[in-house]
C-alpha cells in the first residue's frame, strides 16, 4: 500500500475524506440493520444516558464523576462513527439514531448543569431550541426525501458544547459558560448551513421534477 493510499485511507477513518464513503443520501435509502456494531455502540451510550441522570439526581452538584461519565458518553460519538466506517456498517437507523442521541445528551446534559446553578437558564433554553429546531428540520428534510450531510462546522460545534457541558458538570466556573456559549454560536451557525443546503437541494429537486414534467408534456 503506496503512502498515498494509507494517508487516504487515515482520512477516511477519521471522516476528513468522504468522497468514498456512502452518500447520506444512499444510507436513508437503504435497509434499518439494527444489529450493526455502530448502532450498539448508540445503544450503550442511551443507556449511559439513564446512569447518567440517576447519578445526577444522587450527587444534586457538579462532581468529576458526572463529568467524566458525560465526557464518555460524548466521546463515544467518535467511535460509533469510527467504526462504521471502519467496518462500512453504515444504516438508515444508525443514520436517525446517531444525531437523536447527540441531541439528547445535549439537553440534558444542559438541564443538569441548569439544575446545578452550573450554567445560566437562558442557555441551556437557547441550547435546548436549536437542538429541537434540528430534530424538526431534518425530519422535515428526510420526508422529502432529503438526506443532509454532517458539515465540519457542525462536527466542531457538538466539541466545543460537549466540551464545555462536561467542564461545567465538573466545576461551576465562569469559564464552561463561555465555553458553552462559543459551542452553541457555533451549532446555530452550523443550523444556518443546513438549511441553505437543504433550500438549494429542494430548489434542485423541484427543477428536475419540473425539467421532467416539460421533456414528457413535449414528447
Known amino acids: 500500500m503506496s503512502e ?16 468514498r464513503l456512502p452518500r ?5 435509502a437503504g435497509p434499518l440493520r439494527p444489529l450493526t ?21 444522587v450527587y444534586a452538584q457538579p462532581s468529576p464523576l458526572l463529568a467524566s461519565l458525560f465526557a464518555a458518553i460524548g466521546l463515544a460519538d467518535f467511535f460509533d462513527g469510527l467504526l462504521a466506517r ?13 444525531p437523536v442521541v447527540d441531541r439528547l445528551l445535549t439537553v440534558v446534559g444542559g438541564a ?16 435546548a431550541t436549536r437542538e429541537l429546531a434540528t430534530v424538526t428540520l431534518a425530519r422535515y428534510a428526510l420526508a422529502r426525501g ?3 450531510e454532517v458539515n465540519t462546522l457542525g462536527r466542531v460545534a457538538v ?9 461545567a458538570l465538573w466545576s461551576a466556573a465562569d469559564v464552561w459558560t463561555i465555553v458553552v456559549a462559543i459551542g452553541v454560536a457555533i451549532s446555530l451557525a452550523a443550523t444556518g448551513v443546513y438549511v441553505l443546503h437543504g433550500l438549494r437541494r429542494l430548489a434542485a429537486q423541484r427543477h ?12
Open 4 to 19: 498515498r493510499t494509507r494517508r487516504r485511507r487515515w482520512l477516511e477513518l477519521l471522516g476528513v475524506d468522504r468522497s
Open 24 to 28: 447520506a443520501d444512499e444510507i436513508a
Open 37 to 57: 456494531i455502530p448502532n450498539i455502540v448508540d445503544y450503550l451510550r442511551l443507556a449511559a444516558l439513564a446512569v447518567f441522570v440517576v447519578l445526577a439526581v
Open 86 to 98: 471502519l467496518t462500512g456498517q453504515f444504516s438508515r437507523l444508525g443514520m436517525l439514531l446517531d
Open 112 to 127: 443538569v448543569a441548569l439544575a446545578m446553578d452550573a450554567l445560566p437558564w437562558w442557555l441551556v433554553a437557547v441550547a
Open 146 to 148: 432529503l438526506a443532509i
Open 159 to 167: 466539541a466545543v458544547t460537549f466540551l464545555g457541558l462536561a467542564g
Open 208 to 219: 428536475g421534477r419540473n425539467f421532467q414534467t416539460k421533456t414528457s408534456s413535449q414528447t
